[in-house]
């Protein structure tokens, strides 16, 4: 009986966290082509993989919980953000054909989603917080690489 109880609360608690990943925010206020958004989403898709493996949950009833919405950047160059955008929506694909059926993956590639929160920019002029507000129930990560030099 006690093993059950065990088992129910683990699985309660990975249910939780998969949850708790589809509410991470990623922000990278110098997005460049956005390679680390890109990691970014991968991992958290891996976590989400290794909790539906635990939760026995089969490849043609997995679907990431994790939105491109959730992924912001600021750049400066319309090219480098324009790939950024391309670049998350790549990861997406290839995210869903490694942990999803490869066949629910292509028809989940279109209609492309939106990757808008990826920004034209200077990060030094723009507040931050009106790219990504912050938002109840969601936790924001910064991540990335700055273009600042000493305390200028």
């Given at each position: ?27 990278d206020p110098a ?50 953000m324009e790939i ?69």
């Open positions: 009986m006690r093993n059950w109880k065990r088992q129910a609360a683990i699985i309660r608690k990975l249910h939780v966290l998969k949850e708790r990943l589809s509410g991470i925010r990623v922000f997005c460049g082509s956005g390679n680390f958004l890109v990691i970014a989403y991968k991992d958290i898709w891996e976590i989400q993989s290794e909790i539906d493996d635990r939760l026995k949950i089969e490849r043609a009833e997995r679907k990431s919980v994790i939105p491109l919405a959730n992924f912001y950047g600021i750049e400066n160059r319309d090219f480098a950024a955008r391309l670049s998350l929506l790549i990861a997406e694909f290839q995210s869903d054909e490694i942990h999803i059926a490869q066949k629910q993956a292509r028809l989940n590639v279109l209609p492309l989603k939106d990757t808008w929160h990826i920004i034209c920019g200077n990060v030094l002029e723009k507040d931050w917080f009106d790219v990504c507000p912050p938002q109840n129930g969601s936790e924001n990560c910064i991540c990335g690489n700055s273009p600042y030099k000493g305390s200028t």
